[in-house]
């Protein structure tokens, strides 16, 4: 399973884990393994652990209701009571543990500590009104991001997969005449 991290954030990235949702959206969390390897491949959380059913159902409903205050903020709407208690309550349970070691710094904690740590960053990024949160501008792509840019001019969530897309699509309708 390949995960991407360039949203900005661990929030908006868990959010990425539901691919194409303008479209025929695409689960990479189907099942608790994937929620594993998910966590493993977050650079800012716990490097192992194990996700039971009712810990996986959690993240799963904290991923959405992420989802959905990200686009509460970015259209303006007041969010909805019950996505503020599922993140808030997600928040609530004790970080990862920072540990320094012989290879540096590194973090303990369970899979409910992982998730404390992704619902608080995303009470951060949402709680901040200076920052900058975008949904890709790829038409197939509905991936939010943290835009740092300068200016805030960044149209798509990471040059790799869709501003590179985009790019050869509109050299390809030049060098063919197309509009």
Same mark, same amino acid.
């Given at each position: 399973?390949?995960?991407?991290? @360039? ?17 025929? !959206? @695409?689960?990479?969390?189907?099942? !608790? ?15 192992? /652990? ?42 609530? /349970?004790?970080?990862? /543990? ?42 197939? %792509? ?14 798509? %969530? ?22």
């Amino acid at each position: 399973m390949h995960f991407a991290f @360039v949203s900005g954030n661990p929030a908006l990235d868990l959010v990425a884990t539901v691919e194409s949702r303008n479209d025929r !959206p @695409v689960d990479l969390l189907a099942t !608790p393994s994937d929620l594993e390897q998910w966590v493993l491949a977050c650079e800012e959380l716990p490097d192992q /652990v194990t996700a039971e059913p009712a810990t996986f159902t959690s993240a799963l409903r904290l991923r959405e209701a992420i989802h959905r205050l990200a686009l509460d903020r970015m259209q303006g709407r007041r969010y909805t009571p019950a996505d503020l208690d599922t993140v808030n309550q997600a928040a609530a /349970v004790p970080p990862p /543990v920072t540990q320094l070691g012989d290879a540096g710094l590194y973090l303990t904690g369970d899979l409910a500590a992982a998730l404390a740590h992704v619902a608080r960053r995303a009470i951060a990024l949402l709680a901040d009104h200076d920052s900058c949160l975008k949904e890709c501008s790829r038409p197939s %792509c509905s991936r939010l991001y943290l835009d740092r840019s300068r200016g805030a001019r960044r149209n798509w %969530c990471g040059m790799q997969a869709c501003g590179n897309r985009v790019k050869a699509a509109a050299y390809r309708a030049r060098k063919h005449g197309k509009p």
